[in-house]
């Protein structure tokens, strides 16, 4: 493949977007990979485990960073936004902000500006279930590995990280900046955010403490969360005494979101294995509509069904409430296979919130359907879309739409080559 | 081997303060014999590096050896020519951020790390990247919608293509298929499939040769130079290609077996193929009466989601009863259609076109379980379902039954049909009465697998890919899809695993990306994943090979073919250089420029042994240079505090350790030995496949050695560790350490 071609511009530093960089700079693109957080890595660095093989995603990850430092092709920017694009396919100009990090390359993860550093900041890492000094690494495998520092929790006029750092590394008056690149194609791989669970009327969450996200779940199981992995309620920090996972959690609900999330069924499942491997007693319940596990997927529902003391309940749940003074929740669901209302107390209730696209930043050029996904086919010749943003899918489905993406974005930058 | 090794020490981040770095220099000058050494406070500034640069440009040196911080980090500051020789000693994250400043204990783990990193880069030699001349084309098996995808694909992306289909026309299930599901919004309907004109495009693209009524009789070679062999109309065509996409699609599960479920009781029972067949012919018709049919009444999971027939979900057989459904209610408006259900498993968008579904009144759908599918006596079949929704046991009448039977592979099982082989030899050769009849016993296990072959490879492991689960070869790894056990062959489609035509085309685009990016990296001489990019490759001094096979039968990536003695013949483009076959040979013949036995060996001798009476252990911990020693790393990071007498050396795949390493340490007078690889089993976490459980096994042979030296087993442990466990990982060493202290110190200590 010819070296000569303009690059592949990839917006999304998620487990799509870095698979969509490394496919196509591996093949031979030049390749400029944009992540609006100040690492790379997504949803998927800040989950516990991948279903079924319960791995860790730092082991994937760590390959793919290695993949990244050994390869020149690839230009990471983080803390940068798609701002504007224009041209046509082959060959597009790409505004590219990147907001300021305040923390170089010299930066040498020394540690001594945390040390110092009297700001605090909610983590957004751990989804706020925790704190970070205003000057912080974002977590142990971050890529780059880079200190960042957010400047609105800097109290005024503290310079005690500057100080601090013995090697220079930084810069309270850093400005953001724009950078222009001629592109042979674009592919968006923004991925997704949990739906807003607060707008699930009825559920409690942000009235009820112990009733939590999926996502929120993953972080509270992972050794590295605020937890140091054990499941604790975050009303009065003790272990739960039962756990219920209620399914579809705005998916699947005219409502809210009317399509499936696709992986809250495998993410639910996964996740009672977590409070089963901790709590190996207590009772743990799931209110489900269907039990999607396609696939190989479906030995993992097989494995959890012959779980002790794990219940699958064929039903909707319409209100959870607070018990007053327990902190436990009082849950009402309906049994879909006894036609009967059935009332549970629980100790912690994790909803199954689903997937939406994060489209909104992205140009108008980029076609979306009704629920902001990024339409297959419908987009344009040179603009691809892969992972969460084009539809709501597993880890692997993401890593081969990227791979998919990247061989679409290469035929680009072939031709750009070939018609000059 | 590199003459002039430079050692370049780092002051910064507390090494400085931390360490006496003079004497750290005087080690790596007079005892390592470096030829040159400098210090810098902070060696990856742009000054830092200049020094070295500055160093290599006038010939000062011909060898790096950076003491800082890990080989993990920095590595953009610290980039040199990939060729060559670069070695990282890790000062900072296992050193002084591990273990107490200005101390003795540190101190000496820092120096030995400096005389190990020195006499590493003195045995390695610059990497000569491999230039065998490259095919830039791409064999694609299957005329499917997957295989037609990977063709069109690869082509428009410049790469010649050759596409064999076994039948005389290309389109393979799609061609028998009325419509495909909604892959467009409002996903509400079916949709016409488009497979005319991809067919067409394929069938008069200038870059693509297809053969139709075609096989493959023979593929040999390695990657960027497949030999394949193709037989059309009796005659051979020779190609060669530099990477193969498997697409060889799936077939229904054999509905003679769906008995249970009332297929053969009446010729109106059919399966959900047999249906879509009907549909694309013509109209939906009774087969018993060519009436079209009022009541019908489809069985899902019919195979699927039984642990008597196919223990996993077809994925696509709820959208596909969905996309019939609508057929019937479409060619006759009063037909009821009712869907017996275990879970509607629609995802995604296709979600709509469940909810388009349930809009129309004459679809009832529920859960339920089938108990029996009867020929009534007026000719209709009755369906008897119990657990319903609509509460307790009903019978539905119907006029047609449809069995949305599952899908299975259209695939082979190389490494069944290499085991069938070698049980029929072993029949008739086995040397004793019993190992015939077991092997007998085996072969008969494994009859279905013969004559099965499609790509023949000529692979020592078996001529096909191997298979993952249920006979799909998939991707053990969830993040990467595309991981192959047969480097530049990829499975795309539903032979891979279940899946629906919209992914397949997705999945075969993947494959073709896959595919071009084996053959450029073929071209530059590089691995491909998980050491993507590496240039080196192992070299087989084979006139000491006593062709004990272990190399060729360990290979996880089959690359090691054997001659008619058993002789390995090496193809490095298909060599994934984790090492794993140095490791296993007995030996020591095989070498990497940059990793051998003898490197890692030299690096342990390099190791200085306290005397007995100085009451300070030495243990060596050999670990995953992937999982164990990152997570040694984080551990540092988080200043996580762990017994200073290890001295760890990074290994590319546990199994790549060579057992000889473990005598070296032992006969050098250090008192244990801990291996930390990836978890393996079911689950396994290593991405060579079975590394760690490799290295598990040899121990077995090194209990043999330690009985003869009378040394206790215990100062050997293996131990499983996955990348996110730092936290364990200071008790792990501790608790070793400690048992190593209650053990007392090795005897041969100081011989």
């Given at each position: 493949m010819n070296e000569q071609g303009k690059p592949l511009l990839v917006v999304g530093g998620g487990i799509a977007g870095i698979t969509a960089a490394l496919e196509a700079a591996e093949a031979g693109c030049q390749v400029v990979l944009v992540e609006k957080l100040p690492y790379l890595g997504g949803r998927v660095v800040r989950v516990h485990q991948y279903f079924p093989?319960?791995?860790?995603?730092?082991?994937?990850?760590?390959?793919?960073?290695?993949?990244?430092?050994?390869?020149?092709?690839?230009?990471?920017?983080?803390?940068?936004?798609?701002e504007s694009l224009s041209g046509s396919p082959g060959d597009y100009e790409a505004v590219v902000k990147i907001a300021p990090r305040h923390v170089s390359p010299a930066c040498t993860l020394c540690g001594a500006c945390t040390e110092v550093c009297p700001g605090e900041r909610a983590d957004e890492f751990n989804y706020g279930l925790s704190k970070t000094k205003a000057i912080y690494l974002p977590h142990a495998l971050a890529y780059p590995a880079l200190y960042?520092?957010?400047?609105?929790?800097?109290?005024?006029?503290?310079?005690?990280?500057?100080?601090?750092?013995?090697?220079?590394?930084i810069d309270l008056d850093q400005q953001p900046e724009r950078k222009t690149f001629r592109v042979a194609a674009v592919v968006a791989a923004t991925g997704w955010v949990p739906y807003d669970a607060s707008r699930l009327e009825g559920l409690g969450f942000g009235r009820a403490p112990n009733v939590i996200t999926n996502v929120m779940m993953e972080r509270l199981a992972a050794p590295n969360g605020p937890t140091g992995g054990k499941i604790l309620r975050p009303s009065d920090g003790r272990p739960p005494a039962s756990v219920a996972f209620i399914q579809c959690a705005g998916s699947r609900d005219e409502n809210h979101l009317p399509y499936c999330s696709a992986v809250c069924c495998a993410a639910s499942l996964k996740q009672a294995g977590y409070v089963r491997s901790l709590y190996p007693e207590i009772p743990i319940t799931i209110f489900y509509i269907d039990l999607r596990t396609p696939g190989r997927l479906e030995e993992f529902l097989t494995r959890m069904q012959g779980e002790t003391n794990v219940e699958l309940v064929k039903g909707k749940v319409g209100k959870v409430e607070e018990e007053p003074g327990s902190g436990d929740l009082i849950l009402t669901a309906e049994d879909v296979m006894t036609g009967r209302k059935t009332v549970r107390k629980v100790g912690l209730a994790v909803l199954a919130t689903g997937i939406v696209p994060r489209s909104e930043g992205l140009p108008a050029?980029?076609?979306?359907?009704?629920?902001g996904f990024l339409a297959d086919g419908a987009g344009r010749t040179g603009l691809y879309a892969a992972g969460c943003v084009r539809r709501p899918e597993e880890v692997a489905a993401s890593v081969q739409d990227a791979a998919a993406a990247a061989l679409k974005g290469l035929q680009c930058v072939v031709r750009s080559v070939r018609h000059g | 081997m590199a003459k002039k090794v430079g050692v370049y020490l780092c002051g910064g981040c507390g090494i400085g303060e931390a360490l006496n770095l003079a004497?750290?220099?005087?080690?790596?000058?007079?005892?390592?014999?470096?030829?040159?050494?400098?210090?810098?406070?902070?060696?990856?500034?742009?000054?830092?590096?200049?020094?070295?640069?500055?160093?290599?440009?006038?010939?000062?040196?011909?060898?790096?050896?950076?003491?800082?911080?890990?080989?993990?980090?920095?590595?953009?500051?610290?980039?040199?020519?990939?060729?060559?020789?670069?070695?990282?000693?890790?000062?900072?994250?296992?050193?002084?951020?591990?273990?107490?400043p200005k101390d003795e204990e540190t101190q000496a783990l820092a120096e030995d790390y400096v005389r190990m990193g020195v006499v590493?880069?003195?045995?390695?030699?610059?990497?000569?990247?491999?230039?065998?001349?490259?095919?830039?084309?791409?064999?694609?098996?299957?005329?499917?919608?997957?295989?037609?995808?990977?063709?069109?694909?690869?082509?428009?992306?410049?790469?010649?293509?050759?596409?064999?289909?076994?039948?005389?026309?290309?389109?393979?299930?799609?061609?028998?298929?009325?419509?495909r599901f909604p892959a467009a919004p409002p996903y509400r309907e079916p949709a016409p499939d488009g497979l005319r004109s991809k067919i067409q495009t394929v069938s008069y693209h200038p870059k693509i040769?297809?053969?139709?009524?075609?096989?493959?009789?023979?593929?040999?070679?390695?990657?960027?130079?497949?030999?394949?062999?193709?037989?059309?109309?009796?005659?051979?065509?020779?190609?060669?290609?530099?990477?193969?996409?498997?697409?060889?699609?799936?077939?229904?599960?054999?509905?003679?077996?769906?008995?249970?479920?009332?297929?053969?009781?009446?010729?109106?029972?059919?399966?959900?193929?047999?249906?879509?067949?009907?549909?694309?012919?013509?109209?939906?018709?009774?087969p018993s009466d060519g009436r079209a049919p009022a009541s019908v009444v489809f069985i899902q999971c019919a195979g699927s989601r039984d642990p008597e027939h196919l223990p996993y979900c077809s994925s696509v057989c709820c959208l596909a009863t969905l996309k019939q459904a609508r057929y019937i209610r479409r060619e006759n408006p009063e037909a009821a259609v009712y869907v017996i259900y275990k879970d509607m498993r629609t995802p995604g968008q296709y979600e709509r076109f469940y909810r388009a579904a349930q809009d129309?009144?004459?679809?009832?759908?529920?859960?339920?379980?089938?108990?029996?599918?009867?020929?009534?006596?007026?000719?209709?079949?009755?369906?008897?379902?119990?657990?319903?929704?609509?509460?307790?046991?009903?019978?539905?009448?119907?006029?047609?039954?449809?069995?949305?039977?599952?899908?299975?592979?259209?695939?082979?099982?190389?490494?069944?049909?290499?085991?069938?082989?070698?049980?029929?030899?072993?029949?008739?050769?086995?040397?004793?009465?019993?190992?015939?009849?077991?092997?007998?016993?085996?072969?008969?296990?494994?009859?279905?697998?013969?004559?099965?072959?499609?790509?023949h490879l000529t692979y020592r492991q078996g001529p096909d890919l191997p298979t993952l689960r249920y006979g799909f070869p998939d991707s053990h790894f969830v993040c990467f899809p595309y991981e192959t056990r047969r480097t530049a062959i990829y499975a795309a489609g539903a032979m891979r695993a279940p899946m629906d035509g919209a992914r397949a085309e997705q999945d075969a685009q993947g494959a073709a990306l896959k595919a071009i990016q084996a053959i450029e990296m073929a071209v530059r001489g590089q691995a491909v994943h998980p050491r993507a990019g590496d240039l080196s490759y192992p070299s087989f001094f084979l006139q000491r090979c006593t062709q004990c096979k272990r190399c060729t039968e360990e290979c996880p990536f089959g690359a090691l073919d054997e001659d008619e003695k058993g002789t390995p013949k090496p193809n490095p483009y298909r060599c994934r250089r984790c090492g794993i076959c140095l490791g296993a040979c007995p030996e020591r013949i095989i070498s990497f420029k940059n990793y051998s036995v003898d490197m890692i060996a030299s690096m342990i001798k390099a190791i200085e042994v306290p005397g007995e009476e100085e009451e300070k252990p030495r243990v060596l911990a050999l670990m995953c240079e992937n999982d164990a020693y990152p997570a040694l790393d984080i551990a540092g990071l988080n200043r996580l505090s762990y017994d200073a007498s290890v001295r760890v050396i990074p290994l590319r795949c546990l199994g790549s350790l060579n057992i000889v390493w473990i005598a070296d340490a032992l006969s050098r007078g250090m008192d244990g030995v801990l291996l930390v690889g990836c978890k393996w089993g079911e689950?396994?976490?290593?991405?060579?496949?079975?590394?760690?459980?490799?290295?598990?096994?040899?121990?077995?042979?090194?209990?043999?050695?330690?009985?003869?030296?009378?040394?206790?087993?215990?100062?050997?442990?293996?131990?499983?560790?996955?990348?996110?466990?730092?936290?364990?990982?200071?008790?792990?060493?501790?608790?070793?350490?400690?048992?190593?202290?209650?053990?007392?110190?090795?005897?041969?200590?100081?011989?």
């Open positions: 093989k319960l791995c860790p995603p730092g082991c994937g990850l760590e390959i793919n960073f290695r993949r990244l430092k050994n390869n020149p092709r690839v230009t990471v920017l983080t803390q940068a936004e798609l960042a520092l957010e400047r609105a929790a800097c109290p005024p006029g503290c310079r005690a990280c500057v100080e601090a750092c013995r090697y220079g590394a050029e980029f076609a979306r359907d009704e629920f | 004497r750290l220099e005087k080690v790596a000058q007079r005892e390592a014999k470096a030829a040159l050494v400098k210090t810098h406070p902070f060696l990856c500034s742009p000054e830092g590096v200049q020094l070295i640069r500055d160093d290599l440009a006038a010939g000062a040196v011909d060898g790096v050896v950076i003491a800082a911080c890990s080989p993990r980090m920095k590595t953009e500051a610290f980039q040199f020519d990939p060729r060559q020789v670069l070695e990282r000693v890790n000062l900072r994250e296992h050193v002084v951020w591990s273990h107490p590493k880069a003195q045995k390695a030699e610059p990497l000569e990247p491999l230039a065998e001349e490259i095919a830039r084309a791409v064999l694609v098996v299957g005329g499917g919608l997957a295989g037609l995808t990977a063709a069109l694909e690869a082509a428009e992306a410049g790469y010649e293509v050759v596409l064999v289909e076994k039948e005389a026309q290309l389109g393979g299930f799609l061609a028998g298929v009325r419509e040769r297809v053969f139709t009524s075609a096989r493959i009789v023979r593929t040999e070679g390695q990657p960027g130079a497949f030999q394949v062999t193709i037989v059309k109309d009796g005659q051979s065509v020779p190609v060669r290609v530099g990477a193969i996409v498997m697409a060889t699609g799936w077939k229904p599960y054999d509905p003679a077996r769906l008995a249970h479920l009332g297929y053969g009781v009446s010729p109106d029972v059919v399966t959900n193929v047999e249906l879509e067949r009907m549909a694309a012919a013509g109209a939906i018709r009774r129309d009144p004459l679809n009832f759908f529920t859960k339920g379980e089938v108990t029996s599918v009867e020929r009534q006596a007026d000719g209709r079949v009755a369906v008897r379902v119990r657990d319903t929704l609509l509460g307790g046991e009903i019978v539905i009448p119907a006029d047609l039954v449809v069995l949305a039977a599952g899908m299975t592979p259209n695939a082979a099982d190389g490494e069944a049909i290499r085991a069938l082989e070698d049980a029929e030899i072993k029949m008739v050769k086995g040397e004793t009465e019993a190992q015939r009849a077991e092997a007998a016993r085996k072969a008969e296990q494994l009859q279905s697998h013969k004559g099965t072959e499609i790509l689950n396994y976490q290593c991405h060579f496949i079975r590394g760690s459980e490799l290295a598990d096994r040899r121990m077995e042979n090194v209990k043999e050695t330690l009985q003869r030296l009378r040394l206790e087993r215990e100062r050997i442990q293996v131990a499983e560790l996955a990348l996110d466990e730092s936290w364990r990982l200071p008790a792990l060493i501790n608790e070793f350490v400690e048992k190593i202290r209650r053990m007392g110190p090795n005897p041969y200590k100081g011989f």
